[in-house]
């Protein structure tokens, strides 16, 4: 199964990765995606993600990190990379960054839920 | 782990079900299963025959439960509304994870994901696993109905 987990540093997505881990078998496949986006510097984005790439290799789990550049509508993108990359399941957390509570599901997850071609795994 | 996978006569739930097969582990994990009767159909003349068809249902699910080789699972049949039975269940029995369909029955065909799924994912406690993909049929491309 390929497994691919939105990242954009917040402790949602984090949780979100270490709920993946726990499902994750013996020939599964772990990507990580993160957006970029204005005011996100490669750099730092690069630094988030290396965290995740060390804690799968420390787990010896196979993955593939992928930073999507262009300033893309993170929705479209995750879209997008599930389509190329013939994800199984898309895993992702209940918001990210955003601190608004209001609503029960962030604006990303909530459009990865209801237009993934794939399955959803919202981790809580 | 504890997952629970919701059932109704659906391929949807069917989906869910095989995908629970998928991802648990077999021997050490439990799979609750739980089907809900809509309150309303269970009022007079049609409970027996809703309590009945509850009851294959689970029977059927259980048989493949045991074919599989599923140590640990815990059939349900629960009366009222499904939304609120499977968060309470969640809460009652320490579920890690609710995998559902993402369309169950009677759903317009065109919309994209259920309002008992949508419902679920956003007010589980726990983790819930929308399954839009089966075994035989390729899932629409996102986008363009």
Same mark, same amino acid.
């Given at each position: 199964?390929?497994?691919? $987990?939105?990242?954009?540093?917040?402790?949602?997505?984090?949780?979100?990765? %270490?709920?993946?881990?726990?499902?994750?078998?013996?020939?599964?496949?772990?990507?990580? $995606?993160?957006?970029?986006?204005?005011?996100?510097?490669?750099?730092?984005?690069?630094?988030?993600?290396?965290?995740?790439?060390?804690?799968?290799? &420390?787990?010896?789990?196979?993955? &593939?990190?992928?930073? $999507?550049?262009? @300033?893309? %509508?993170?929705?479209?993108?995750?879209? @997008?990379?599930? &389509?190329?990359?013939?994800?199984?399941?898309?895993?992702?957390?209940?918001?990210?960054?955003?601190?608004?509570?209001?609503?029960?599901?962030?604006? $990303?997850?909530?459009?990865?839920?209801? @237009?993934?071609?794939?399955?959803?795994?919202?981790?809580? | 782990?504890?997952?629970?996978?919701? #059932?109704?006569?659906?391929?949807?739930?069917?989906?869910?079900?095989?995908?629970?097969?998928?991802?648990?582990?077999?021997?050490?994990?439990?799979?609750? =299963?739980?089907?809900?009767?809509?309150?309303?159909?269970?009022?007079?003349?049609?409970?027996? *025959?809703?309590?009945?068809?509850?009851?294959?249902?689970?029977?059927?699910?259980?048989?493949?439960?045991?074919?599989?080789?599923?140590?640990?699972?815990?059939?349900?049949?629960?009366?009222?509304? #499904?939304?609120?039975?499977?968060?309470?269940?969640?809460?009652?029995?320490?579920?890690?994870? =609710?995998?559902?369909?993402?369309?169950?029955?009677?759903?317009?065909?065109?919309?994209?994901?259920?309002?008992?799924?949508?419902? =679920? *994912?956003?007010?589980?406690?726990?983790?819930?696993? *929308? #399954?839009?993909?089966?075994?035989?049929?390729? #899932?629409?491309?996102?986008?363009? =109905?």
């Amino acid at each position: 199964m390929r497994y691919m $987990v939105c990242l954009d540093g917040s402790e949602q997505a984090k949780k979100a990765f %270490d709920f993946a881990t726990r499902l994750i078998q013996k020939e599964d496949m772990m990507y990580l $995606v993160t957006i970029l986006r204005t005011g996100i510097y490669k750099d730092d984005a690069q630094m988030m993600i290396m965290k995740y790439e060390q804690s799968c290799m &420390e787990m010896g789990i196979p993955y &593939e990190a992928i930073i $999507v550049e262009g @300033n893309l %509508d993170p929705r479209d993108a995750i879209i @997008n990379m599930v &389509e190329k990359y013939m994800i199984d399941t898309l895993v992702v957390g209940t918001r990210g960054m955003s601190t608004i509570k209001k609503m029960f599901l962030g604006s $990303v997850s909530s459009y990865c839920v209801t @237009n993934a071609p794939c399955d959803v795994l919202v981790a809580k | 782990m504890k997952y629970l996978v919701l #059932v109704d006569e659906s391929k949807g739930a069917h989906n869910a079900f095989n995908m629970a097969l998928k991802i648990m582990n077999k021997e050490k994990d439990e799979l609750h =299963i739980l089907n809900v009767i809509n309150e309303g159909d269970a009022m007079e003349n049609y409970f027996e *025959v809703s309590k009945n068809k509850s009851q294959t249902l689970l029977e059927n699910y259980s048989e493949k439960c045991h074919k599989n080789g599923v140590k640990h699972y815990n059939p349900t049949s629960l009366v009222g509304d #499904v939304r609120n039975e499977s968060i309470n269940y969640c809460q009652k029995h320490a579920i890690n994870m =609710i995998i559902v369909g993402s369309r169950g029955m009677g759903m317009l065909s065109r919309a994209l994901l259920g309002s008992v799924s949508e419902y =679920i *994912v956003g007010h589980s406690p726990v983790s819930v696993l *929308v #399954v839009k993909k089966s075994e035989d049929e390729p #899932v629409a491309m996102s986008g363009n =109905i």
